[in-house]
C-alpha cells in the first residue's frame, strides 16, 4: 500500500526557517519518479489551501502567489522522498502541512491520492 | 484566478437523508473537478474526480455531477461515518489548483 508520512514540523518564529520532509513508502523508484507531488497546507479551522507542485523529474515547478519567493519544493527520487523548505516565515503561515501524490502517473494537473497525515508548521513568536 | 463556491456552508442531516452539496466555478472548468472528504484531524480523501467518476474503494451512495459551471455531490443515503466536511477543487487552470471553502456536514 503506498503511504506518505511527513515530517518537520514544529513551532518557528516569525522570520525563521523550516524544512519539511515527506517520505513515501510502498513505491518503487520509477513509481514515484513518475508522479508529480504537491503540497497542500490547512491553518487551523480553515479550508485546503494548495501550496506547491513539482513534476516527476523535477523539470516543473509551481507555487502558490503567497509562497513564491519563499518556499522552495524538491524531490530526490532515489530516496523517495518529497520536501518543502520555507523561509522568512509569517504568522499566517501557520498550518498542518499535506504531502499528496498526484492521482495518475504522468499526469500535468490532476487530482489528489493519496495524502500524508498532515505536520504542523506553528509560527509564532 | 478561477473561483469556487460551495454551499451551503453548513448543512445538518440526519442518517439515511439523500444530501446535495454543491460546487459553482466562477469559469467555464470543463468536468476537472473533484471531491474529497475530510473528518477531524486527518487528511483529506478522494470521492470522485473528472466530476462524476467515483474513486477506487469508494462506497457507491456517493456520486457526482455537473451541469454547466456548476457541480453536485449526491449522498443516496447518508451513513454515521459521512458527516464529515466536503471540499470541491478544481485543476482545469492548473497548476494553480482551487478549493471551495468547504461545507461541513452536522449530524441533526
Known amino acids: 500500500e503506498m503511504q506518505l508520512v511527513e515530517s518537520g514540523g514544529g513551532l518557528v518564529k516569525p522570520g525563521g526557517s523550516l524544512r519539511l520532509s515527506c517520505a513515501a513508502s510502498g513505491f518503487t523508484f520509477s513509481d514515484f519518479s513518475g508522479y508529480s507531488m504537491n503540497w497542500v497546507r490547512q491553518a487551523p479551522g480553515k479550508g485546503l489551501e494548495w501550496v506547491a507542485t513539482i513534476s516527476g523529474n523535477s523539470g516543473y515547478i509551481e507555487y502558490a502567489d503567497s509562497m513564491k519567493g519563499r518556499f522552495t519544493i524538491s524531490r530526490d527520487n532515489v530516496k523517495n522522498s518529497l520536501y518543502l523548505q520555507m523561509n522568512s516565515l509569517r504568522v499566517e503561515d501557520t498550518a498542518v502541512y499535506y504531502c499528496?501524490?498526484?492521482?495518475?502517473?504522468?499526469?500535468?494537473?490532476?487530482?489528489?491520492?493519496?495524502w500524508g497525515q498532515g505536520t504542523l508548521v506553528t509560527v509564532s513568536s | 484566478d478561477i473561483q469556487l463556491t460551495q454551499s451551503p456552508s453548513f448543512l445538518s442531516a440526519s442518517v439515511g437523508d439523500r444530501v446535495t452539496i454543491t460546487c459553482r466555478a466562477s469559469q467555464d472548468i470543463s468536468s476537472y473537478l473533484a471531491w474529497y472528504q475530510q473528518k477531524p484531524g486527518k487528511a483529506p480523501k478522494l470521492l470522485i474526480y473528472?466530476?462524476?467518476f467515483l474513486h477506487s474503494g469508494v462506497p457507491s451512495r456517493f456520486s457526482g455531477s455537473r451541469s454547466g459551471s456548476e457541480f453536485t455531490l449526491t449522498i443516496s443515503s447518508l451513513q454515521p461515518e459521512d458527516f464529515a466536511t466536503y471540499y470541491c477543487?478544481?485543476?482545469?487552470?492548473?497548476?494553480?489548483?482551487?478549493f471551495g471553502q468547504g461545507t461541513k456536514l452536522e449530524n441533526k
Open positions: 473528472e466530476a462524476s
Open positions: 499528496a501524490r498526484d492521482l495518475r502517473q504522468g499526469s500535468s494537473g490532476d487530482y489528489f491520492d493519496p
Open positions: 477543487q478544481q485543476i482545469s487552470s492548473y497548476p494553480l489548483y482551487a
